[in-house]
């Protein structure tokens, strides 16, 4: 998890890059790939220009009904809206209180080190689900976060936390924030502690040596931390739907409910392949923004 | 935790000067309080695991202490053969995606052929698309494959599988870029042949991409929701289980089983680690 994909090597390790059949060994996987995402996705951009008009009994005909995306994209562009700023908001919060772990695991644990990786990762051993429902029940209005914010006046007395934005994007700040860690950690873990004492040794302050050499050597990390944070955070739905109400409903929760309630495929599919498309445009303008196009 | 670490730091000036050893020392202690609001979560989980709740409730509120929970963890109907069948479509997930996943990185790390770099941003798409497509458009493909019928434990695993490959290529990936193939070269000079020289030197060096990569694969499929609830049929995972046992009213047993996943998966990570302790030990003599 470390970077996204391995730049091209240096000198050892391109030394010993074979030419020949090597390639057979990624066939088993690829094909794997190949049929279970590749062919469902094409399926989805083919289901996605149906007439809308058929139904889930009566069948569809393919008729490249390209108004399905306009109808999709005006009926629920506020949704796409929301979706992409609460995952926005959840991962530059990751990103500020994810790094101070990071960089406190990399360089100042010493040897516990190892113990608070194990740490960061734990949450995960319990299940996702309960971990939310547990937030519900700590946000409850009876709970004692409400109870201490009312008495510090940060909320009014009859004001509440379960069922708002605070609270979704509460719950997806806590969900993705150990796929911010892990990989802000591992290209933190690189860097070799002399080259910052070496900016101290020459002058700098350590702001000036964290904004010289520690944040520019790390930028893989922020650039794969932020990625496996805003894309599984843009398409969640559970936060919303235990966390919030319908007024905080978001992208993933519009295209569940087309498939599994409506059974309206078209606009699933519609839905479903625009908000892929929207986030891989995102994804491909932001490595190109932040200079790591080598990451992929 | 928290005081243990900080006390294991090495202080500059002792006591002395306090605000000084908290300037040393506040980009630690940020780190520990961010991983103490990791943890609020977990504590209310085993709190939760010895309440009694009155009447059936949807959320999961404090009532009185119990053990029961804990006498009788498999009460409600159907909860520990969900857990069975969690544990083996993550397991056989795990197994299948690691194996292929660990050669497709090898071939992508270690040859060099045509289409190399297209198969590395193929890779990569999987994690760019959120679950709630993969989930949806692998329904759609069931579906329309006639397998309708048949939706369940294949599909599930079919799907966990797909999900684990990218992360699985890209873990183990990291790990092989890291690697002196120097030291494979040096082995082949001192006359191992091909096998010897990966049984003897390659794969101990990449066990510990690998095992990560396995570990991470196991955490994603044990845990996924999105992805199985399109895919499931009939079939319950427990994850599944908990998402229904919501809606009808919540046994406090999910609470023992979510205990227990996190006390067994923590001492096997804890375990590992003193075992490769132990074993870097004895390397050195």
């Known amino acids: ?296 | 935790m928290a005081t243990s670490a900080v006390a294991s730091a090495p202080r500059t000036r002792p006591a002395a000067r306090p605000t000084r050893w908290v300037g040393d020392h506040i980009i630690l202690l940020i780190g520990i309080v961010v991983l103490v609001y990791t943890f609020i979560p977990i504590a209310y989980v085993i709190i939760l695991s010895f309440n009694q709740p009155t009447g059936r409730s949807a959320t999961a509120e404090w009532d009185s202490f119990t053990w029961s929970n804990w006498a009788h963890p498999c009460a409600p109907q159907g909860m520990c053969s969900a857990l069975s069948t969690s544990v083996q479509i993550s397991v056989l997930s795990t197994i299948i995606a690691t194996v292929l996943g660990t050669l497709m990185a090898f071939a992508l790390v270690r040859h060099t052929f045509r289409g190399r770099a297209t198969a590395n941003v193929f890779i990569f798409l999987p994690m760019a698309t959120p679950e709630v497509v993969m989930g949806s458009s692998l329904l759609a493909l069931f579906v329309a494959g006639g397998f309708n019928g048949v939706l369940g434990f294949t599909t599930i695993l079919i799907a966990h599988v797909m999900f684990c490959l990218s992360f699985v290529v890209v873990t183990v990936k990291a790990r092989l870029v890291g690697m002196d193939a120097r030291l494979e070269q040096a082995a082949m000079d001192l006359y191992a042949n091909e096998w010897q020289t990966f049984k003897r030197i390659t794969l101990p060096l990449a066990a510990p991409g690998i095992v990560a990569a396995a570990m991470l694969a196991f955490s994603l499929s044990f845990d996924d929701f999105i992805v199985t609830n399109f895919t499931s049929g009939n079939t319950v995972t427990f994850p599944l289980y908990v998402y229904g046992a919501k809606q009808r009213g919540f046994p406090p047993q999910v609470f023992v089983i979510g205990t227990v996943m996190f006390l067994v998966s923590f001492v096997i990570v804890v375990m590992g680690e003193i075992w490769n302790r132990r074993r870097r030990a004895a390397l050195r003599g």
């Not at chain 1, 890059?17 to 794997?32: I, N």
């Not at chain 1, 997806?172 to 796929?179: K, M, V």
């Not at chain 1, 080259?195 to 050499?213: C, H, M, N, Q």
Request: charged content about 15%; proline content about 6%.
């Open chain 1, 1 to 296: 998890m470390s970077r996204l994909a391995a730049p091209e090597v240096a000198a050892p390790e391109a030394a010993a890059r074979r030419r020949g059949w090597g390639w057979v060994l990624l066939v088993p996987g690829m094909l794997w790939l190949v049929i279970f995402f590749l062919v469902p996705t094409i399926q989805l951009a083919s289901t996605s220009l149906y007439d809308p008009s058929g139904s889930f009994e009566t069948g569809y005909s393919m008729t490249w009904h390209v108004q399905n995306y306009a109808t999709a994209l005006s009926d629920n562009w506020h949704l796409f809206v929301r979706s992409f700023l609460y995952a926005g908001i959840a991962t530059v919060v990751c990103l500020v209180i994810g790094y101070p772990l990071a960089y406190a695991i990399a360089f100042k644990a010493g040897r516990w080190k190892y113990f608070m990786l194990v740490m960061v990762i734990a949450p995960f051993f319990t299940s996702f689900l309960l971990r939310t429902i547990t937030w519900q029940a700590i946000l409850s209005d009876r709970g004692f976060v409400v109870d201490t914010f009312r008495t510090l006046h940060l909320l009014p007395s009859g004001g509440r936390l379960l069922a708002t934005p605070v609270a979704v994007v509460a719950g997806l700040i806590y969900n993705f924030l150990p796929f911010m860690t892990l990989p802000l950690y591992a290209s933190l873990d690189k860097v070799d502690p002399r080259l910052i004492e070496a900016s101290a040794d020459l002058y700098s302050s350590p702001f000036t040596g964290f904004r010289k050499v520690t944040w520019p050597l790390s930028i893989p990390g922020v650039v794969s931390g932020t990625l496996l944070t805003f894309i599984p955070a843009s398409g969640d739905y559970i936060n919303a739907e235990l966390l919030g109400t319908t007024k905080q409903f978001m992208i993933g929760n519009r295209i569940q409910l087309a498939y599994l309630n409506e059974k309206d495929y078209p606009l699933a599919a519609t839905l479903s392949l625009s908000l892929m498309l929207i986030v891989l445009a995102m994804v491909l303008l932001y490595i190109r923004r932040a200079g790591t196009e080598d990451l992929i």
